[in-house]
DNA sequence: GTCTATACTGAGATAGAC
DNA sequence: GTCTATCTCAGTATAGAC
């Protein structure tokens, strides 16, 4: 690292993002991204070799901006339901973007899986922090029998409702499914706090 | 019509319907359409002026076989109770081809709404048949009032868990999310069929 | 109707001047 | 480091021979 970072070398990966998100990886053209930034192709492969090369950049930074926003979900939150809230509640709050452009998340890897990209793997690595984080969060809440697949539960609702919201543009399906899975995590809240009791009843 | 049938044609489709799920609609060319089916791409041109012509054939046809598929189960399959459990039980009987290459509604939907293609809505009409006709069968379970909203939200369910399912290779999440799906189908034939002593109740 | 040949475009990638 | 020029290749599409 020298005394200046490589600023041009992020703001490329930033527009990448970007674009990758919006129009799909396939769908983006190193042109695309030059002009995005303002810099001549040329000037651009002295910074990134391959297409490839920008995808694994790109799926790196966004690997490190979620690891950043679950970290700070767990200091802005204390109890684990409440956390787990915040997961549901970027369906609202990103609710514009989903359903223009969908799950960045869910159709980068669907784009990946399709395309048998070599990077598909790296991209999971997306779903698997969710996963974790999330299996982390349940078992924090008392149900470390069932935490992953509560997890996985969660995380296969989200990415239909964003599917769903993505083809019918429908934003009041949007907040009534978000109010069900709300509602989906009381209950499953609700049901673990008296383990003793149901214990006792066998 | 002449006499024969322009078989030629159809088996374009065919091969281009397979192609489009497997690879995507950008990712496949008319090379592999034409090597698929055994002619020049030439003659491909004779049957097809541009690949969104193709496009929208492949649709038609995944429309008329989707109309088809559902007027079976209606035959098949005497309640709608059953007739929505043949809906969610594709999932598993697709579960090979969903792992490797997601649903092909929801991916080729994903897709063309990123592209901004204008063959999107045409697209979405194959999700409108199966909420329709989901929709029906929830009516005529007895849930008129909700039955839309039951659709979308078995809609969602699928498309999520086919995601999931695709990221994953998880064949043992899956038949655990159908078995879920089982479950709050019979939750919601139990709780429609006594509407007299619910309304007693209040 | 089916094929060959070929034009045209845009994309990824490289070389080398400045 | 940044640019221009250029190469290669794949993809869409057309013209015209057979």
Redo the contacts with the bound molecule.
Sequence with gaps: M?PRA?T?RERIISAADQLFYEKGYEQ?????IAQAVN?????F???F????DILDAVIDARLAKTSQLLQAWETEATTPAERIRRFIHILIANGGKIQRYGCPVGTLCTELAKLDHVSKDEANKLFILFRRWLSQQFTLLGREADADDLAMHLLARSQGVATLATAFQDEKFLNQEVKQLDDWLDQVVSSTKQPAASVIEN
């Excluded at 810099?39 to 000037?43: D, E, H, L, W």
């Excluded at 070799?49 to 490839?52: A, E, I, L």
């Design positions: 020298g490589d041009i983006t053209s190193f042109a695309d810099i001549s192709r040329g000037n492969y002295y910074h070799k391959t297409k490839d």
